[in-house]
């Protein structure tokens, strides 16, 4: 990457994290919260947004981001209520453009991750299984807390915490076997808490 893009590489990572939220507004919404594209199309619009979402990928593959958005706009504009477009999108931001070995810079990368939190909350509110996506932002959580150089300041207890506050939205939203997890992330984030405060400063 020219030394000149990367300057505004975190910039650009929350522009695509905000276009994207803002996809299902682009248009008029029904009252059953598609859009008119989605309207139009009927039955066929789910499989249309699947097929955009292969687009999607195979653009992502081929290093051209640009085009990766514009066709994920496309496909949240075909079927915002599929949860798989949300996780494929969200797992992209912070598991591969959030990555050590794809981004380096920590300002950067730091930028991918809340990206893709914001992503995956946004989606909530508009997916048929928004405890998918819950369970989705959990797992960044998890990754943060195991892994804390991916997010230099961030705390593992903090990162155990938000984990297990993720978990128990699960929970509620019907995900029954998230409650253990939320269980088990809130004990390591008090093991987390407890080390840090007894690490010598």
Do not use: N
């Not at 276009?19 to 008029?28: D, N, R």
């Not at 990368?109 to 909350?121: K, M, T």
């Not at 989606?123 to 989705?136: H, I, K, N």
């Amino acid at each position: 990457m020219a030394r000149g893009s990367r300057r505004f590489a975190p910039a650009w990572a929350w522009c695509v994290a905000a276009m994207l939220v803002a996809t299902p507004f682009l248009a008029e919404r029904p009252d059953d919260g598609r859009g008119l594209m989605a309207q139009a199309l009927g039955p066929l619009a789910r499989p249309a947004a699947r097929a955009q979402w292969v687009l999607v990928d195979a653009a992502v593959r081929e290093g051209r981001m640009g085009l990766a958005l514009r066709r994920a706009e496309t496909a949240l504009a075909l079927d915002p209520t599929d949860a798989s477009g949300w996780l494929y999108w969200g797992h992209h931001l912070a598991f591969e453009r959030g990555s050590l070995e794809r981004t380096p810079d920590a300002a950067e990368r730091i930028a991918w991750l809340r990206g893709a939190l914001l992503f995956l909350e946004s989606g909530r509110g508009r997916v048929e299984d928004p405890a998918q996506l819950t369970l989705r932002q959990a797992a960044i959580w998890v990754a943060l807390a195991q892994e804390p150089e991916l997010w230099p300041g961030l705390a593992p207890g903090e990162a155990w915490s938000k984990a297990a506050e993720r978990f128990e939205v699960a929970a509620h939203e019907g995900l029954s076997h998230a409650e253990e997890a939320s269980a088990a992330a809130r004990r390591r984030a008090e093991e987390a808490t407890g080390m840090d405060q007894s690490a010598p400063r």
